[in-house]
């Protein structure tokens, strides 16, 4: 991003677009939920009349845009994609009371209700994909940013500029890193020592640059005294750190009348959450393995006619509280792999410092040739929902790892231990082969102690994306 002589948009400029980019989104989306949901009713009944103005739709339809702007979700930048379903669900739900109670004060039809209630379970997610592309169509034409300060130390400079700068969607764009080690900018960021800060007041009021993120070893030059030599210009400050010195501990922020406080616990999920948890493990495994059985017998046909051997593989795999567990695969490698992946890593040194970096090989001599697309598209894993229905797995957790595996977590095993496998997690869905092992750890690590049923349906949308896209899949 290059600053230099040009006039910048203000804050509130950049702001005010992506919260257009946003509103439009989200009328979008209602828009299209009611025309599609009042069609499909047609269909269903001739008879209903069509009418787009029925007062509990402009209930319906109201209520969600009023709640929706008094909310993090316009602009909607910088908001945690699952905490953006959990107040998407929650506002269009409460619409979606006050819309039926006006429909009942009517004394409208069930059929009203009906329709209604058909509306908002389209507006669910409707909304949430519109949101999801306009972002990424904003991202592309560079209309999704503000540009931002990064302020810190040592290397967590080139880190944070180089998180942020590929995670567009968060709206954050650094600008100018403020640091106090040199390095080489990738994005065309402008790079400052931190002494310099005070005389790029001007610089930055000029460029629109109002927020700045600061990391934690960074904090002492904003603390006490030192906040007068900050620049004037910026006004919003937005403290990060990533958190790993809390080994895996949840945090709850207290504002005790003025002093602020941070409370970490280990994090185990509670009896209601393993409860909606598992209930949603059972019932959408269930139903996927009834529509997914004619697909697994076409894919075990295929295997059968390729290669000799089982068209299932069974491998022992760390679960829950570090107990063995055997998962189930469709077969996508050679009856004799070990051994030939013993043979090719001796012979290939390059290939074995693939290895012991991410557990993985992008040209494995043991996958078959069905193997090849089966991984790609992650379909060799389905069958592990039978370890989810027998209760040894879950559809979203840290993926299950091998028993010599576990010394790679070193303390942090405790935290994988936490909770059962799953099926897909947030390493598949955030890079998955192109991160070394040491980030995947960091990722579950995330997942367990930030668990919610939203994190989860998050995990599960994003899982579709990357399996039909096949974003990491080796």
């Keep these: 991003m290059t600053l230099h002589n040009t006039h910048a948009e203000t804050r509130n400029a950049y702001r005010l677009r992506m919260a257009g980019l946003m509103l439009f989104a989200d009328f979008s989306a209602l828009l299209t939920a009611v025309i599609l949901s009042t069609y499909f009713f047609k269909i269903i009944i001739p008879s209903i009349p069509i009418n787009l103005f029925k007062i509990e739709y402009l209930v319906f339809f109201t209520s969600c845009l009023s709640l ?15 905490n953006e379903i959990k107040l998407i669900s929650q506002y269009t739900s409460i619409s979606f009371i006050f819309g039926t109670g006006i429909s009942i004060l009517l004394n ?22 519109f949101r999801w592309l306009i972002r990424i169509l904003a991202v592309q034409m560079n209309l999704w940013k503000e540009p931002v300060l990064i302020v810190a130390r040592g290397e967590q400079a080139a880190y944070l500029s180089q998180y942020f700068h590929k ?3 968060l709206g954050f764009e650094p600008a100018v890193v403020a640091a106090d080690k040199a390095f080489v900018p990738q994005f065309g960021e402008i790079l400052i020592s931190l002494q310099e800060l005070p005389s790029y007041s001007e610089n930055f009021s000029a460029w629109g640059i109002r927020t700045a993120i600061i990391d934690l070893s960074a904090a002492d ?15 919003d400050f937005i403290f990060v750190s990533d958190l790993s010195w809390l080994e895996g501990d949840s945090l709850d922020i207290h504002d005790f009348e003025g002093i602020l406080g941070v409370e970490t616990r280990k994090n185990v999920l509670s009896t209601s959450g393993i409860l909606v948890k598992n209930s949603m493990d059972f019932s959408f495994s269930l139903l996927g393995s009834l529509l997914l059985l004619p697909f697994f017998a076409l894919i075990a046909v295929i295997i059968k006619f390729d ?40 012979a290939n040194p390059s290939a074995k410092v693939e290895w012991d970096e991410t557990q993985k090989l992008k040209k494995d001599p043991r996958i078959t040739r069905p193997g090849q697309w089966l991984r790609k598209f992650s379909i060799d894993e389905l069958p592990q929902i039978i370890n989810v229905l027998k209760g040894e797995m879950s559809l979203v957790g840290p993926r299950p790892i091998l028993p ?38 960091r990722f579950d690590i995330y997942y367990v102690r930030n668990w919610s049923i939203w994190l989860d349906i998050y995990i599960l949308l994003r899982t579709v994306w990357v399996v039909l896209f096949h974003k990491g899949a080796y």
Aim: net charge positive; aromatic share 10%.
């Design 68 to 82: 929706f702007m008094a909310s993090k979700l316009y602009p909607g930048i910088g908001i945690n994609p699952a």
């Design 108 to 129: 409208q039809d069930s059929r009203s209700i009906s329709l209604l209630m058909l509306t908002w379970v389209s507006s669910l997610i409707l909304m949430t994909g």
């Design 167 to 169: 995670r567009l969607r």
């Design 221 to 235: 030059i904003f603390a006490g005294g030192n906040r007068q030599k900050f620049p004037s210009s910026i006004s």
């Design 307 to 346: 290669s000799p051997g089982s068209v299932f593989y069974t491998q022992k795999r760390v679960g829950k509280g570090g107990q063995r567990i055997n998962i189930i695969k469709f077969r996508t490698m050679v009856q004799n792999a070990e051994e030939k992946l013993h043979a090719y890593l001796a």
């Design 404 to 441: 010599e595996q576990v010394e790679l977590y070193g303390e942090r095993i405790d935290v994988y231990y936490g909770t059962k496998p799953g099926i897909s997690g947030l390493w598949q869905v955030s890079g998955r082969n192109s991160v070394s092992f040491q980030e995947r750890t």
